[in-house]
């Protein structure tokens, strides 16, 4: 009996730690991205304690850049917050097939480590191989979260350091390369890797149109008609 449990053992460990080296892949821009998460946190007068709790209790970068920036317009907030979320009810329910089998404490304690990146990273992984895919998902996500909760520390304490134009201007480039990063996860399935084309095609005319409210609508629109160009092209080859 104790040879099987050693196995099954060695075989999580090796899942967990293949998450940890893929988090490689995405680690490097939640860098910069979290370092600026801090220093606009102190540039925003926010306490330490409140720039943490935005990493810590959020974990979303597009939300957290706007709390930070917008925090002091209160309930307004709302149908904004409401809006950016939905997209986590889309992820979950998608991985929802392959960690079924976990218990709903496990499931619930985990709900924070659910972004784009570690669900790209994910589903491209749990449709090659999908044994243990909480462990697997664990692994990718707790380095990448703890990697984030640190950097929004330094940034907040070491703001005034990282203002150089250099340090912003990496920070700008940084999040292109994040998303070419994840598009090339998806190949060579072409409509998720279409998304992404689509958005840097279409991005410029919406943020045109849409203004302020660019973010929050660009993702509704690319991924409505994605839906619509994949269902027609369904029913023309049945």
């Keep these: 009996m104790a040879t099987p449990d050693t196995s099954t053992r060695s075989t999580a460990a090796q899942v967990f730690n ?16 979290y370092l600026s998460i801090g220093i606009l946190s102190a540039a925003q007068s926010l306490s330490l304690t409140q720039s943490i709790a935005t990493t ?5 970068t597009p939300l ?4 930070i920036q917008s925090h002091s317009d209160g309930w307004i907030l709302l149908p904004i917050i409401v809006a950016l979320n939905a997209r986590f009810v889309l992820m979950s329910a998608t991985l929802a097939p ?4 976990t218990s709903t404490s496990k499931t619930m304690a985990s709900l924070i480590l659910i972004t784009p990146s570690i669900f790209t990273g994910c589903l491209t992984r ?5 044994d243990h895919p909480f462990i697997y998902m664990i692994g990718l996500g707790l380095p ?21 134009p250099v340090i912003y201007a990496a920070m700008t480039l940084l999040l292109p390369l994040q998303f070419t990063a994840l598009a090339g996860k998806h190949w060579p399935h072409y409509s998720e890797v279409s998304s992404y084309w689509l958005g840097f095609v279409g991005a410029p005319l919406l943020v045109y149109l849409f203004k302020d409210y660019s973010l929050l609508c660009t993702p509704f629109i690319i991924g409505g008609l994605l839906v619509l ?9 049945v």
């Design 18 to 33: 293949e998450g940890a080296r893929d988090a490689i892949t995405f680690g490097v821009a939640f860098i910069f991205l």
């Design 56 to 60: 810590l209790l959020i974990f979303s």
């Design 64 to 67: 957290q850049f706007l709390l």
């Design 98 to 101: 392959y960690i079924r089998n």
């Design 126 to 130: 749990f449709k090659r191989k999908a």
């Design 144 to 164: 990448i979260f703890g990697v984030s909760i640190i950097c929004t520390y330094i940034g907040f304490i070491a703001g005034a350091e990282f203002t150089s």
């Design 229 to 237: 160009i994949e269902n027609n092209y369904r029913k023309e080859t």
